[in-house]
T-cell receptor, first 113, second 114 residues
Framework: EPEVTQTPSHQVTQMGQEVILRCVPISNHLYFYWYRQILGQKVEFLVSFYNNEISEKSEIFDDQFSVERPDGSNFTLKIRSTKLEDSAMYFC???????????FGPGTRLTVL | AQSVAQPEDQVNVAEGNPLTVKCTYSVSGNPYLFWYVQYPNRGLQFLLKYITGDNLVKGSYGFEAEFNKSQTSFHLKKPSALVSDSALYFCAVRDGGGSYIPTFGRGTSLIVHP
């Protein structure tokens, strides 16, 4: 069964450093998402991406964040200058059409020191 | 605006007993409702959804959920719990006439005791 994959599983970085989180969505999916989950809290929407552009973003997704689909398979989330409060689990998700359910990756745990 | 509430942080049930994980929602249009399960160190896995049709929706692993429009609820149920059902359960809602982005609840930890 096809699945969403994410790398790395765990990323440790120093405050102020740039990080890139990588995702490979399911191959025939057209809609892509990033969410984050701070430890013990609910899943929060960051951004959605369709047709090579951002379709929606939350207030969390400020200028420090960017997304890219560089090669038709990978979908990346970049945080330019990490802050302590960026420490969270980051989930990538994809879906094939707008009305369907999303399929989530296993997540990348980001720890900012 | 759309929102979802999971009033219980934790639900404890004995193996073999029925389980219910509660969810209530608020949307201005027609609700699209989802349940996901999260096992430790894993991503969210889709269980079931309600968009239209029968109020009782059957999903993966023997789970079902009942859409109740008057009570704005979408409780997750299973007739006989398994220890392996122990996980974190998230309810999500989106407004069928609005954004395609679902809003997730805070999650309910289900613990099934042997």
């Amino acid at each position: 069964e096809p699945e969403v994959t994410q790398t790395p599983s765990h990323q440790v970085t120093q405050m102020g450093q740039e990080v890139i989180l990588r995702c490979v969505p399911i191959s025939n999916h057209l809609y892509f998402y990033w969410y984050r989950q701070i430890l013990g809290q609910k899943v929060e929407f960051l951004v959605s991406f369709y047709n090579n552009e951002i379709s929606e973003k939350s207030e969390i997704f400020d200028d420090q964040f960017s997304v890219e689909r560089p090669d038709g398979s990978n979908f990346t989330l970049k945080i330019r200058s990490t802050k302590l409060e960026d420490s969270a689990m980051y989930f990538c998700a994809s879906k094939v059409i707008a009305d369907n359910e999303q399929f989530f990756g296993p997540g990348t745990r980001l720890t900012v020191l | 605006a759309q929102s979802v509430a999971q009033p219980e942080d934790q639900v404890n049930v004995a193996e073999g007993n029925p389980l219910t994980v509660k969810c209530t929602y608020s949307v201005s249009g027609n609700p699209y409702l989802f349940w996901y399960v999260q096992y430790p160190n894993r991503g969210l896995q889709f269980l079931l959804k309600y968009i239209t049709g029968d109020n009782l929706v059957k999903g993966s692993y023997g789970f079902e959920a009942e859409f109740n429009k008057s009570q704005t609820s979408f409780h997750l149920k299973k007739p006989s719990a398994l220890v392996s059902d122990s996980a974190l359960y998230f309810c999500a809602v989106r407004d069928g006439g609005g954004s395609y982005i679902p809003t997730f609840g805070r999650g309910t930890s289900l613990i099934v005791h042997p």
